[in-house]
T-cell receptor, first 112, second 117 residues
């Protein structure tokens, strides 16, 4: 119940493509869903986040789609660039437990 | 966004020595700090959660006598790896939450690569 399943494990797209990374959760007590971007040898950086009362959120080229009934959410990167090549982690947070559960990560490579 | 500073960024030590890693929230008061361990190409593994002025809560399987966590102030937490051994070699990352108005947001330090010889 505490798991967050993330897919795919790795992804390669051409420059300008729209990579999509998916996450699914079980625990309906989660109430905050962030995405993090991590470059090699660095800590994760908060990219964008959504709450379950919203179905979509956009910030720049990054969009989260959220399906509460299916308990799934996804990250879309519009007009992807080689500089977006990184590992992306989804997470789920429950304000009751004050714990983050991270997905297993997706290694994205954007080809020039 | 809020800034979390972690130091050092890398450290090499001999087996049996202790290593201290510092984590500071530079522009906000971190009511809660988290310490993670990350193996190559893997996800973040939560080691412990600490609140200012109280003992850290360790995750199952994490030796609290080996990984000493101190959260003495609202801006500083430290992780000390005692009597380090090669199997402790890993990437350690701290994170902090408590930003006013965005309490659930988690901000990460830049990580510390520990290599134990």
């Amino acid at each position: 119940q505490q798991q967050v399943k993330q897919s795919p494990q790795s992804l390669i797209v051409q420059k300008g493509g729209i990579p999509i990374i998916n996450c699914a959760y079980e625990n309906t007590a989660f109430d905050y869903f962030p995405w993090y971007q991590q470059f090699p040898g660095k800590g994760p950086a908060l990219l964008i986040a959504i709450r379950p009362d919203v179905s979509e959120k956009k910030e720049g080229r990054f969009t989260i789609s959220f399906n509460k009934s299916a308990k799934q959410f996804s990250l879309h990167i519009m007009d992807s660039q080689p500089g977006d090549s990184a590992t992306y982690f989804c997470a789920a947070f429950g304000s009751g437990t004050y714990k983050y559960i991270f997905g297993t990560g997706t290694r994205l490579k954007v080809l020039a | 966004g809020a800034v979390v500073s972690q130091h050092p960024s890398w450290v090499i030590c001999k087996s049996g020595t202790s290593v201290k890693i510092e984590c500071r929230s530079l522009d906000f008061q971190a009511t809660t700090m988290f310490w993670y361990r990350q193996f190559p190409k893997q996800s973040l593994m939560l080691m412990a959660t600490s609140n200012e002025g109280s003992k850290a809560t360790y995750e199952q399987g994490v030796e609290k006598d080996k990984f000493l966590i101190n959260h003495a102030s609202l801006t500083l937490s430290t992780l000390t790896v005692t009597s380090a051994h090669p199997e402790d070699s890993s990437f350690y990352i701290c994170s902090a939450s408590g930003l006013s108005g965005d309490n659930e947001k988690l901000f990460f330090g830049s990580g510390t690569q520990l290599s134990v010889l």
